[in-house]
């Protein structure tokens, strides 16, 4: 198996991916990984190892880049030879901690879209408080949607949690103001349709204020909505653990009480820790794409790794086509 790696991307780049490549090696002994990037720039970091290929590019997509432009001129760049390497049948998935924009644009139009799907989505796994977490698609690919654009989200979501999670009936649930049937706008009353006419487990309606209790397995919605709830989670999560720190900080026996919850609090942030979980899949792609967290550390590359190896070994992208074509 061969997965290509944007050794450039991110804010931690390149020693957080590098890092993170050598421990995914040294992990995974089925796994062979292309790094592309400014040879130069990461060799401090390198080790020789016989299943890691490095391929020097000239250019790296940055952050600020227009996304599309950047895809069609940088074409030297890290973040394009590896996505070229997947659309040419060079490596069978690729993951980038890079320009997300730029990804999603390059995945779609290098690595291209599977016939039948009319919108990628973006996904990923987040935290619930039982430690099992929730698949929540889309997350910013597009922006706006329509009706049945949320129901492939769910079909890819389905498929995605049965095969890379061994659910047998993955509980799906539509993310909408409340809970009863005829809530919501037009878009999630549409949805809300055809969800229940489809073949998934379909839970029904379910609001943002549940979605760490775990109250479904595949959350739906559109971009704009997802993205917002995903950025909504993190800083609540960050700004909590900083009162935590504030308030464990604040005098001689609170540091003592600190103490003697550590290991209970190393636990809990365990359990909300986005390294955990790998990146973001760009679904509805021909082969895997993966978009990890801009400022990942070798921990969450190797995550995101994993992540586009087992989607590879259980040949999700195939079964979505399979089933978005039935």
């Not at 040294?26 to 020789?48: C, T």
């Not at 070229?84 to 779609?108: Q, R, W, Y």
């Not at 409340?178 to 489809?198: R, Y």
Request: glycine residues 10%.
């Amino acid at each position: 198996m061969k997965i290509a790696v944007d050794g450039m991307g991110g804010d931690n780049a390149p020693q957080a991916i590098v890092e993170g490549v050598l421990l995914a090696l040294e992990e995974f002994p089925d796994i062979n990984i292309q790094l592309y990037g400014q040879q130069e720039k990461m060799a401090p970091f390198l080790k020789q190892h016989p299943r890691l290929d490095v391929i020097h590019c000239t250019e790296v997509v940055e952050g600020e880049d227009d996304p599309a432009r950047a895809v069609r001129r940088k074409k030297d760049s890290s973040m394009t030879r590896m996505l070229e390497a997947v659309a040419e049948g060079k490596a069978d998935a690729c993951l980038s901690a890079g320009n997300t924009g730029a990804l999603m644009a390059g995945g779609l139009f290098k690595v291209g879209r599977i016939e039948g799907v009319a919108r990628p989505a973006l996904a990923t796994t987040l935290p619930t408080i039982d430690g099992k977490g929730f698949l929540m698609l889309d997350l910013g690919a597009n922006a706006d949607a329509k009706p049945e654009n949320l129901q492939q989200y769910a079909i890819m979501g389905d498929i995605y949690v049965k095969k890379v999670r061994g659910y047998s009936a993955p509980r799906v649930g539509l993310l909408n103001i409340g809970t009863e049937d005829k809530k919501g706008n037009e878009l999630t009353k549409a949805a809300f349709d055809l969800f229940k006419e489809s073949n998934f487990n379909f839970e029904g309606n379910v609001e943002a204020r549940e979605l760490l209790n775990g109250v479904a397995d595949v959350v739906v919605t559109d971009g704009f909505t997802g993205n917002m709830v995903l950025k909504s989670i993190e800083g609540t999560a960050g700004a909590l653990f900083s009162m935590l720190k504030e308030a464990f900080m604040a005098s001689t026996k609170s540091k003592v009480a600190a103490v003697l919850v550590k290991s209970d609090l190393k636990v809990l942030k365990t359990k909300m820790d986005y390294t955990e979980y790998g990146g973001a899949a760009l679904f509805g792609l021909q082969a895997p794409v993966i978009k990890a967290h801009g400022s990942s550390n070798a921990k969450a590359i190797y995550s995101a790794i994993k992540q586009a190896r087992t989607m590879v070994e259980h040949d999700v992208c195939a079964t979505i086509k399979e089933t978005i074509a039935q």
